[in-house]
DNA sequence: GCGACAG
DNA sequence: ATCTTGTCGC
């Protein structure tokens, strides 16, 4: 792969990714006075009904921007819901001003339900992008090919994301150096749309590394691989774009039936896509060791095949939970965040 | 009522 | 992921 590559990828990636938080203003914008609508409508709206948790915690952030509109959305079963002064009174007694009967804090929906107008539906458009997303067949990586590995990690401060990528030798153990970059975010996090949030930090810190020369040979991502409601979790679409083989790493599990939750230390459990599919294989559950009872998820990403994934992660595990690059890599990003909040930059 | 889903 | 106080243990 070219050495500009990686920064087109970035380019050709950004401009697939939808501004949510303004369509959503967009959405609850037509909801005139008089009338409601409910998390879970405006969630169909913008394509995807799991996105009912981000407008609802996005409402009822304290600064909401939509605080002068968001009265008017409710829950399915017409209950009144949360309010983000967090005075539900309030939020009833506008819906009242505006001519709305409140009953036992509810509404009749089907009295003032409003049908929202469907407009892009970006959620749909990326569902669909992943479902019929292409990976690019490459040979899987071999041990003996391997020389550096690397975690991969996002923190947070404020809008700003900072991902860490910390390289370590082929040993898993030994740290040789970070790479960060620190970016705004606007792409909130929804279950099964994580790449689209954290991927474009990834991108430009690869390819950053890509113009230094520092690229690994393989990458352990904070995230899932093909343990994902359709297949493609970020660490699959990472290493995809970039043409790197990919591990996913993790801590809690999104999707698929496990046979035993509590698998022994060092045991590879199996992860199925459901109890009707036992023999389509997902991803494992793994015991780092014996003083946590949480279980790492891991997955294939992408140019890594079942051998490999299983003896390089094992590699990396040391007295953490997490394998010790991701580990580096989230302390690195927490510390860098940190530093950001208290210089107020 | 139950089940519950990466970061 | 982040917000948060003290507390238990190596």
């Keep these: 792969m070219g050495l500009s590559d990686l920064r087109q990828v970035v380019e ?4 697939r990714i939808a501004d949510l938080p303004e369509l ?6 037509q909801v005139p006075a008089g009338k409601v609508t409910t998390y879970g409508d405006l969630a169909k709206a913008l394509g995807d009904s799991v996105a009912s948790r981000w407008v609802a915690t996005w409402l009822l952030e304290a600064d909401c921007p939509l605080g002068e509109l968001s009265h008017r959305v409710v829950r399915s079963t017409g209950d009144i819901g949360l309010y983000f002064s967090g005075d539900v009174q309030q939020k009833i007694a506008r819906l009242q001003a505006e001519g ?29 992008w992943q479902t019929n997303f292409v990976c690019r067949a490459r040979p899987p990586v071999m041990l003996g090919d391997i020389r550096t590995i690397a975690g991969l990690d996002v923190s947070y401060a404020g809008n700003q ?7 370590f030798d082929v040993d898993g153990k030994t740290l040789i150096s970070h790479a ?48 994902h409601p359709r297949r493609l979790g970020i660490a699959t679409m990472l290493g995809a774009l970039a043409g790197i083989p990919t591990i996913g790493i993790a801590k809690k599990r999104i999707c698929g039936t496990i046979a035993n939750d509590l698998p022994e230390v060092g045991v590879w459990e199996p992860i199925a896509a459901s109890q009707t599919e036992p023999n389509d ?19 294939l990403g992408y140019g ?10 094992t590699r990396c595990f040391a007295g ?16 860098i965040a940190s530093t950001i909040i208290a210089t107020g930059a």
């Design 304 to 313: 890594v095949d079942d051998h490999l994934m299983k003896t390089m992660v």
């Design 281 to 299: 294989l997902l991803g494992y559950a793994i015991l780092p060791h014996a003083k946590t009872k949480h279980p790492q998820y891991v997955s």
């Design 100 to 128: 709305i009967e409140v009953t036992e804090s509810k509404v009749n929906l089907k009295q003032h339900r409003f049908a929202l107008t469907k407009g892009s539906m970006p959620l749909l458009e990326l569902k669909g």
């Design 180 to 227: 960060s970059i620190c970016r705004p975010v606007s792409f909130p996090y929804i279950t099964g749309y994580l790449a689209f949030r954290e991927l474009p930090l990834h991108l430009e810190l690869l390819a950053t590394m890509q113009e230094e020369g520092t690229l690994p040979d393989l990458l352990l991502v904070d995230g899932n691989g093909r343990l």
């Design 320 to 335: 953490h939970r997490s394998p010790e690059p991701i580990h580096a890599a989230d302390r690195e990003s927490r510390r």
């Design 161 to 167: 994301g900072i991902a860490v990528c910390s390289r």
């Design 12 to 15: 050709a990636f950004q401009l």
């Design 24 to 29: 959503l203003t967009g959405l609850l914008q």
